[in-house]
């Protein structure tokens, strides 16, 4: 779990926290896919969206603006790296507890 924010200065991190949380890595036509899901809670309303990599296509989105949801992407594709590697993490993580 990882907390962010798709703004600039202090105020907008403490305003909007977003939790972003992903997935193992899974193949699904032969293709290594990890889901990506991100909340926010703002205001007594929850915010919701899921993405996919390697394509950073949202396959859901409920309360994150156009724009908001335009920043997720650009930063899931500069993280798509990290993310797949903290994925990775995961499988071994279950693979060693079974």
């Known amino acids: 779990m990882e907390n962010f924010n798709i703004g600039g200065g202090k105020d907008f991190l403490e305003e909007e ?13 032969k293709e290594k896919v990890v889901h990506i899901c991100f909340e926010r809670k703002e205001h007594g309303k929850q ?7 390697p394509t950073c296509t949202f396959l859901h989105n409920d309360g994150f603006a156009d724009e ?11 993280n798509k790296d990290q993310l797949y590697e903290s994925a990775r993490q995961i499988n071994r993580e279950i693979l060693f507890k079974l």
């Open 17 to 29: 926290k977003i939790t972003m949380t992903y997935s193992g890595v899974f193949t699904r036509n």
């Open 47 to 53: 915010a919701f969206a899921e993405a996919v990599l």
């Open 68 to 78: 908001e949801i335009e920043a997720l992407k650009v930063y899931l594709q500069m």
